[in-house]
């Protein structure tokens, strides 16, 4: 990575920005795994990669922290989060809990949800699954995240929309690992279909169950191949020794 994106052409932006434009860039490197799980990093080389001083590198990893993505040990260091069976399960609950609340209100009174910005993205995917090219994960992954997403914000609960976020970043983590199998994604994506249809055809009973069924097959399906991975990212007693 060149210079810190923005540092020279702002040189009077404030720290907190500075620390913002850090966790962005960092969260993403998590994310996509360019940063794996257990790597240690240094907060020297990294400000210095960015051309900007520890403090708000320092920010950023306190941030990413209270997110999950980043675990600090005041002795050895700070690492990027391993994986635990238990951390899943509850940021799955959590997302459940959340996913679902926000799908019953589209059946109980006004909402922003809309069925014409959802069949879009269904259309988005569906054109992914048609290319004889290699398959877009990444583009999937994206409309994955707006679809699930556009379900949370339609019930026009801000601070239900903050949680979910809050919880997003450590399932995309998780997920950069679940493999970018075309097929499971295809899975996926006719579930997707499935979910849409019954939210547009008002039948609140089938919407609901039928993202219930999608949440915990994901968290089924990423728990069993990360435990078969063998490659030490993933421990079922909670956080891995670093």
């Known amino acids: 990575m060149g210079g810190f994106p923005g540092a020279q052409q702002v040189p009077n932006i404030v720290k907190r920005s500075l620390a913002d434009q850090a966790c962005e860039v960092l969260r993403q490197q998590i994310i996509q795994g360019t940063l794996p799980p257990g790597h240690r990093l240094n907060i020297h080389e990294i400000a210095t990669q960015f051309g900007i001083s520890r403090t708000p590198v320092k920010e950023a990893f306190n941030r990413l922290s209270l997110d999950g993505l980043l675990t600090i040990h005041p002795r050895s260091g700070t690492f990027v989060s391993r994986f635990s069976i238990k951390q899943i399960r509850e940021s799955f609950d959590a997302r459940l809990m959340l996913e679902l609340w926000s799908a019953r209100t589209l059946f109980t009174g006004e909402n922003r949800w809309s069925a014409d910005a959802a069949e879009r993205l269904l259309a988005r995917c569906e054109e992914l699954f048609e290319s004889s090219g290699e398959f877009d994960y990444a583009t999937f992954a994206i409309c994955d995240r707006e679809l699930h ?58 919407a609901t169950e039928l993202l219930r069924g999608h949440i915990v097959g994901s968290q089924d399906d990423i728990i069993r191949l990360l435990t078969a991975d063998g490659s030490g990212i993933i421990t079922s007693q909670g956080e891995a020794d670093n």
């Open 149 to 206: 997403t556009s379900i949370v914000s339609a019930s026009g609960n801000e601070r239900t929309s903050m949680m979910y976020e809050s919880v997003y970043p450590y399932l995309q983590m998780v997920r950069v690992y679940w493999g970018r199998s075309r097929e499971r994604a295809l899975r996926s994506h006719r579930e997707h279909i499935q979910i849409v249809d019954a939210i547009n055809g008002s039948d609140a009973g089938a």
